[in-house]
């Protein structure tokens, strides 16, 4: 589907947006106010401030955590922090007792990093201030430097005591006081407490509540990513009775698109995509992992039980499927499909993510910066790191793939699960029973054997021959066979050496040295085609590996057809060219050497690799399939050799009894094949002589041949092979799983996999509370211990991450992480309440979010006035409402349901919306070198189902800082592009949602053109326009109007973009015009912020 470009048919439309954008963005707008004072931590110019300026702009208070903390963080943890490796003097700045500790060596001999009360006594403040190059810290070669407001800071600390405190996310959570604000009507729950409390030593006020329409537009977008319907809206500004606005929470939270929206970042966390990624990047299937978080979140799973499902599922007692499912959460990661890789390198690389993405997610901590080394912020040693890898690394997940049939053709990575929905269970439960029957009647005709033999002797004890036998070569001492019409097929011995038979149970068979030694036939024998329909049986003993026989030309050209041993494996290949141009199967079973087996392979012509069939010993095998890419003929110039090709693949071993047919042998053909000469052989014998076993050999054989038995083990073989069909059809999904025997854990040398060091056991990191006793050093124990009460980071870093989801921004900006590098919290109090109060509501997020929307501080008007601007530009003390880009998803789910074409559908495997078609074409390995567009429902599902594919994730929700998924991503960036405004005004997904609302506009928003703008404006911002943006809408339509009237071409044109059709009752000129309209809105910074 082509891109459509409104503006190549009316580029003076690009001034009216322009403008029109503008005004809506900046018009009254504090945006556009910038204050000159410098706020307390801004560091521009601060080198040119005169110390009253510097003096001034400091905190009365100055704390260790909040403020000094940071900045031997930044400028000193380096060379003095917990890295004991990289640590420089000898002395380390990131402990309560070296920081007033004498420091080591001659040369400071008598110092202290800090002495409380006295700077000119405190040797790191000297050292930071110095204007002596030489002693100056950090050094100038190190590009870091402490600016004056921060030597500054540092000074005031000293002076007023030099108090050490601990981080703040590591200290035990204990519950703060409810701040007591006296009467407030704004307040409506104790989050406002805290919020009001914070805001009154600032000199400032909450704002107003926002207007009905926008605050359910606001709610409406954090709990489902959606817009709310015309009706929605007009339900609530309706509603005057006490509890309006709860029971518009309540509807949302109980919505099937509120676990929808909730995953959408869960994802994110998760890696979660469509492909492995790396350069050859094939797909994978994981969509059953994600219907299952979608489905918890809906239900409301305790998120502690949603952590210990992720992380351990597979190791609860009697797990059920979908704690199974659960543990996809860390089969999320990439692996590599390539070849000529190091196995070991790439499983070591994969554990080493789950422990980063089990940190980040879970703990809010960079614990892979102790990969290497010393983590040189954190208290997480070397040896912690690998303890905490240790939990993941006897995983049964080789880590890469290259040496998995298929790898490139986006089959699975084990361990996997498939999974039935309910109709598929129903059918399996129902050819389980019917398989069951038809053994019960196949065991009834066996009591019957003895009936049947006495049958089969007294017509004549006639042996089995196969239909379509056209040579046979016994290899019983000679060389020469026989063909079906009786001729002699003659061959000769080729190779050096001595010929050499050997005994075999059945006679002899020719022994193939693996240097040469083999036999070759002229003429036509084995000379079969691409349709050829053909089989070929022999008894084989195995000593190597090599060509067994078959007609194969000489390389490079290889055309032909053979049986071939590799790694102990039977492989079947035909082939026009190899390898572009092959059929290669290669049998999952290894055959043990020096064991005689009886090997019948089938083709049925069909060209493809499911038409060959291998059985050992009357035993189907399953098969991988290597090449399945034959599309000409195989027929070429050369003999058909047993025990060699043309000139190389010598095999080594024992062949007898070879047999070609011209069709493809039944298993009942090759079961009675194979038994036929063994009867024989029992029939020779006297009939008063035969054993008890050689009996009951006949009367199988009698069985085997009767056309009742024939039928009814048919129909079961038929039906196994009905079940095996819907098994591996089945969605299937990839799973955690143990290996029998955990594998020993090292620590591995500056990271590197093949230098192990200290052995160490599954532990968490020392630096806080251990496992509890009776806690599994396993996966298991490690979730439990995440989700323990005493652990200080989880139930901070979860809450942090829900404010941020509501606001924009977290209480700790860096919502993704919370360790000695990330920002102090804005309110610390408030985020252990709310730390708190999760605890004790048990986990349940529903609830939790309930609290938080029902807030006065959500629900707060987002205006900002230019003293609001200058006071508290980013909002950080939360006195109005949040105001924030919405996220790549929601924006075009946003348009998909204000259009009507979002297909609501819940759940079910990734799709692929429009996208350029040549979007993967620079990948050429793999199995997605082409995009293929899913035109039809598929196109207009919500954004969380769209296939992700690594190496090129979908450049139209990129463009809006959707991650590639890679690796974890915790905290989004947010910019604004010019990429952004081409995405939104000329892709055709947001072209045609354009004239989808435009249709509406038309349809159901009234007669005049004014009616309908302000129908479309309120579907999409759940409130009417201004008058003065209503005003431009109208100006911009009539110009349009005119414009497509004297080019109703490009109307056609653009109304046609898209796969859905426009209502042929509108006039084409009219529809265009009110579809740029439309466009316009759906391009408005009003459209694409939540406020």
Known sequence: MRRCNIWYAMPWLIVFVAVGCFLWRYSGSPWLIRSLRVAPGQRLHAADMSSTQISSLLPARVTFDRYIRPILAENCYTCHGPDEHYRKSGFRLDTEASLYAQLPGKLHKGWCAFVPGHPEKSLAYLRMTSKDPSLKMPPPGSHLTVDPVDAALVKRWIQQGAVWQPHWSYVPLVVPKVPDVGTSKWVRNDIDHFVLAKLRPHGLKPSRQASRGTLIRRVTMDLTGLPPTLQQVKNFENDHKPGAYERVVDRLLASPAYGEQMAVSWLDDARYADSYGFLNDPSHTMWLWRNWVINAFNK?????????????????????????????????????????????????????????????????????????????????????????????????EKGVMADMPGADSGIDCPPILRVPDARQKQQLDAMKAKIVGLQKNVAEIRKQSSAFYDGWRKAGAKLFTPVGLVANLPLDGTIPGASAKGSVISGK??????????????????????KGAGLAYSGDLGKFGLHSKFSVSFWVKRQGNGAILGRMQAAPILRGWDCYFAQGRLMFHLIHVWPSNAISVRTKARLVKNKWTHVSITYNGSGKARGVRIFFNQRRQPLDVLNNNLTKSTVGEAKFFIGRRVDEAFFSGSVAHVELFDRALSLTDVRLALQTSGVKRILEIPAARRTLPQQEQLARYALELSPQFQKERGDLTRANTALVALRNSLPVTQIMQELPTPRPTYTLQRGQYNMPGRRVYPATPHA????????????????????????????????????????????????????????YPSHVKLLDWLAAKMLAMHWNLKAFQKMIVMSATYRQCSAATPSLMAADPKDRWLERGPRFRLTAEEIRDQALAASGLLNRAIGGPSVKPYEPLDLWAGNVYGNLAQYKIDYGPGLYRRSLYTFIKRSAPPPDMTAFDMPDRQTCTIQRSVTDTPLQALVTLNDVQ?????????Q?????????????????????????????????????????????KKHPHAA??????????????????????YTVTASVMLNMDETLNLQ
Request: charge should be neutral; include cysteine.
């Open 1052 to 1073: 056609e044109r653009l109304i046609h973009m898209g796969y859905s059709k426009p209502d042929a009752a509108i006039n084409p000129v009219e529809l265009a015009a």
């Open 990 to 998: 947001y072209v045609e949602a354009a004239r989808m609302l435009a």
């Open 300 to 396: 409301n799973m305790p998120f502690d039980q949603f952590t210990i499902k992720q992380l351990a599922g597979d190791l609860l007692p009697h797990p059920t499927i979908n704690d199974l499912i659960a543990t996809g959460f860390n089969r999320n990661n990439m692996i590599n499909t390539e070849g000529g890789i190091i196995h070991e390198e790439f499983r070591v690389q994969g554990a080493i993510d789950r422990v980063d993405t089990t940190g980040e997610t879970w703990l809010g901590l960079t614990i892979a910066c102790g990969q290497c080394h010393h983590h040189k912020y954190e208290n997480i040693s070397h040896r912690d790191f690998y303890s905490f890898y240790a939990f993941f690394n006897s995983v049964a």
């Open 493 to 514: 011995y080729i190779g050096g050496g001595k010929l050499v038979f050997e005994p075999a149970p059945f006679g002899k068979a020719f022994v193939a040295n693996g």
């Open 768 to 823: 806080f509370p251990p496992m509890q006793l009776g806690e599994p050093p396993n996966r298991l124990g490690l979730a439990q211990w995440i989700m323990q009460s005493n652990n200080p980071l989880t139930s901070r870093v979860l809450v942090n991450r829900l404010w941020a989801k509501f606001f924009g921004r977290g209480l700790c900006s860096t919502t993704d992480n919370v360790g000695v590098l990330g920002s």
């Open 1000 to 1044: 509406k506009m038309v349809l159901d928003g009234g007669k005049t053109p004014s009616d309908r703008i302000v129908y479309g404006f309120r579907r999409l911002l759940s409130h009417a326009p201004r008058a003065s943006q209503a005003g431009i809408l109208l100006q911009g339509f009539s110009q349009a109007l005119a414009h497509y």
